[in-house]
Structures are given as C-alpha cells and as structure tokens.
C-alpha cells in the first residue's frame, strides 16, 4: 500500500507538492506531508532525533540551535523516515555526523544526502549559481536565500555550479571526505594532507585566510606528477568541530583538461 510516508525521492516529493521556489522549502509541511511531525525542543548532546510509531514519526530538533542548522536536521531526519523506516524506528544524531558523513553508503550519509537535495534542489540553486565564483562569498549568499548550512550549500555549489571544482573537508591537516564536481577528471585527486602552502594547512595551525580565493601551486592539493606546474583556486573556511572547508576550483579549464592529458 502507498501511503503518505512511501519513500520517493526529493525531487518527486517536491514535484508532488508544487514547490518551485526557495521560501516555500518548509521543513515543517513537507515533513507533516510525509505523516511525520517536527517540534523544538532543547537537546543536549544530540541535535535531532527522530521516533517512528507505525505510519506516524515525531521529529525532534534542538530548539536552542541555529535555523538554518534546526532545518538541516529535521530534513536529515525526515530521510531517515523515509529511507530507514522499518528497518530502525528510532535515530538520534549529532551535528557531527552532519559534518563528517559525506562519503561512504550508511544510513547517516544518505540522510544527509536526502535532507540536501530536498532543501538545495538542483533546479533551484543552479540558476542561482550559473557563472558565480565557487567561493565560499557565493555558498553564503545561496545559504542566506536556502536558509541553509554552509557545508551543504558548499557540495551543492561544486555539484551543479558553473566551474569545476572538488570541495575538501579535513580534520588536523587529514582529508576526511571530498566531493567531485561532474567536470572534474577522475585522475584529479586531493592530496590526504594538503602541504604548507595551502590556506587549508594555515588554518589547522591556528592562522588566519585571505577573505577570497588565492591561486596555489595545484601540487599544494593535487596528487598529480605534473601538478607543481599548474595552478588551483582555492578558499578555505574552518568550520565546527575543527573541520576544514575547502572549495579547490578553476576558473580556466584549461589548466585542469592539461593535467588530465598529462597523465
Ligand atoms: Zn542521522
């Protein structure tokens, strides 16, 4: 039987509920539409969680936490309602695992994959990110207008903005996780530890960042044998918990097809 809680995908769901533009993305109807009921509440050590009783769930979010971080949780939930049910009833998750899970398949990463691509639709935001830089001045304007986490906004922008990019996410100096762009060649990969050049390996020791992308030597970033002679943009955030955000992109595709004939 079909019911109101099925799984469908993001796009299916908003399409069902005629919902085209940023300021109609609300957490709290869309979940009600999925038989599943949002309220705030203070929490401590996690910041969501979510119960399931049959057809119905309650989703809990931290009452005291940011808007935009309250509405990045109730989606996550919401795809763990949709996508786990009846394999697990009960979820409780951290902004941690926000942060952390962006690779790998486990529930908590397509929780998050599902919470980003219903609140950041790829035919909303790529119109809004067509020709602007992949810096993160762009992710926190898209995440103003989304109401949305920078972290999110920041792989949604490599995934569907206009230049080819690779988002890194590190822990003291270590690449945890990193998002391709589509125009990204396969051979392009980020270095595990970014070296001493990079904004990235400043800010783990403590330091501060140019405001904008600086160009870097691209063998600062990029395991490649002929990478020193070519050039990367790249701007850097840190973030919660002492991650490290990295938007690697280049604005002439040239420097990145070379590389790729290089190899
Ligand atoms: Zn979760």
Redesign the pocket.
Known sequence: MTTTSSYRSPRILLKELGITEPEDLKIEAIAEYCNATIIYEPLKGSAARILGYGDRAIITVDSQSRRERQRFSAG??LG?WLQDRGKVSS?T?TEK?FLSEWSGDN??RR?NRYTAELLLPDFMVEPRAKNQEMTFETVRSLAEAFQMSLTAVAIRLVEVGSFPALLVCSEAGKRRWFVRGPDVPEVIWPKEYPNAYTIAFELHRGGTAEKSSTDIQADGWIDHAQSKWYTLREDSVKTNHGYVLSLLWWKDERQLLDLEEQE
């Open positions: 996550h939930e763990h979820f998750c695992v529930p908590e929780a």
